[in-house]
């Protein structure tokens, strides 16, 4: 089959469009040929983890040498990327009883990975469930990780109907999910992105857009109930006064010195500060699916690039000037 292989870090350049042999499903795996992936955040992150430091790590320092082992310390263990992927299932392993041959699904191998291929194995109890029916597998490959994500970190903090949300990142994966989900859950959303993104994410639902360019949101005088912050690229200290006197400050990316925050405001003051990590669950994407299905939650694909030309893909990423989603196509 067809597939993209890395066998070093590096620029786009390394990833190789090839040919490699077909896997096998085992008895609880399902074969399934692959028609979209997304190329998300955690795929341009592998692809050069080598350059990744404790200090340039988004996440505390404890969590870098797992994920340096897991990915590979000097070159990658993980030959083929792509975590979040639709298609369908072209054979099913005997023990396998809940999927069929011929069933169009969507799903999310998070660092796994796998997907930038014609087929990948899956295995039943993993995160896979039936496509929606009313979006593309374009659309659906970019619906799991920011979803997923943007789900499980929203039900940390139990948002209540009428409260104001402000999500600072709320073009990127994660973000425009969590305006969507937000939404759903009765919240008045502003977002937070850049100027060529502020359509996008209006087009998503949130109520108000801040081009983080120009406006600084902790100085608009607005008060929110959470402010969830994706990349981290606030602080606690700047967002305090932009927090109702019970508001929560959710940190999707967080270090040390954030965990600490999180200890000290559970223990004195109101206003809390929330680090938390997404444990993702096949229950969670087959609601997502349900909410897609009834139309309250949607995706904008960008661009879409043919499997062999994945390594173009992941340079338009890096040029900054995606709005949506890039996705590839096997
Ligand atoms: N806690 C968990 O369990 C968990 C799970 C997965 C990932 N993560 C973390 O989530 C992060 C990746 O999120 P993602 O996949 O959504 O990334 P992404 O798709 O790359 O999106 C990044 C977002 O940040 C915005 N941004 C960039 N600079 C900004 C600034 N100065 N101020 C405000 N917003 C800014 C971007 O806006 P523009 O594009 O409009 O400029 C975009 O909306 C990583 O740090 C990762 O470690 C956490």
Same mark, same amino acid.
């Given at each position: ?66 994920? +340096?082992? $897991? ?5 990658? &263990?993980?030959? *083929?990327? !792509?975590?979040?992927? =639709?298609?369908?299932?072209? #054979? ?62 929203? +039900?940390? $903090? ?5 409260? &104001?949300?402000? *999500?600072? !990142?709320?073009?990127? =994966?994660?973000?425009?999910? #969590? ?152």
């Amino acid at each position: 089959m067809k597939a993209v292989v890395y066998t070093k870090y590096g620029l786009p350049d390394v990833l190789k469009f090839t040919e490699v042999a077909k896997p096998t499903p085992k008895d609880n795996e399902m074969l399934i040929r692959v028609r979209a992936v997304a190329v998300n955040f955690g795929d341009t992150l592998a692809r050069h983890f080598n350059e990744i430091s404790p200090r340039k790590f988004s996440m505390p320092i404890f969590f870098w040498l797992p994920a +340096r082992l $897991v990915f590979g310390l000097n070159k990658p &263990k993980i030959n *083929i990327l !792509g975590s979040e992927f =639709a298609g369908d299932i072209e #054979a099913v392993g005997k023990n396998v009883t809940r999927f069929k041959v011929g069933d169009p699904v969507f799903g999310y191998r998070g660092p796994k990975m796998g997907a930038n291929a014609e087929y990948v194995c899956v295995a039943e109890s993993e995160i896979v469930t039936p496509k929606p029916s009313n979006m593309s597998y374009e659309q659906a490959a970019t619906v799991p990780y920011g979803a997923l994500t943007a789900l499980n970190l929203l +039900r940390k $903090v139990k948002l209540q109907p009428g409260q &104001k949300v402000l *999500i600072n !990142g709320a073009s990127g =994966a994660i973000g425009s999910y #969590a305006v969507q989900i937000a939404k759903l859950m009765g919240a008045a959303v502003t977002g937070v992105c850049g100027t060529p993104r502020l359509e996008f994410v209006r087009a998503l639902g949130a109520d108000h857009v801040i081009d983080y360019s120009t406006t600084d949101f902790t100085q608009n005088g607005e008060t929110y109930d959470l402010i969830f912050d994706i990349l981290g690229k606030s602080s606690f200290a700047r967002c305090k006064r932009s927090l109702t006197p019970k508001g929560r400050y959710l940190l999707a990316s967080f270090k040390m010195p954030q965990l600490f925050q999180m200890l000290r405001t559970s223990l004195f003051g109101r206003k809390k500060v929330i680090c938390a990590l997404s444990g993702e669950n096949p229950d969670d994407l087959r609601q997502i699916k349900e909410w897609v299905e009834q139309g309250q939650i949607k995706s904008i694909v960008d661009r879409c690039y043919p499997l062999e030309q994945t390594a173009e893909a992941h340079r338009y990423i890096e040029t900054g000037f995606k709005t949506g989603y890039v996705v590839i196509t096997a």
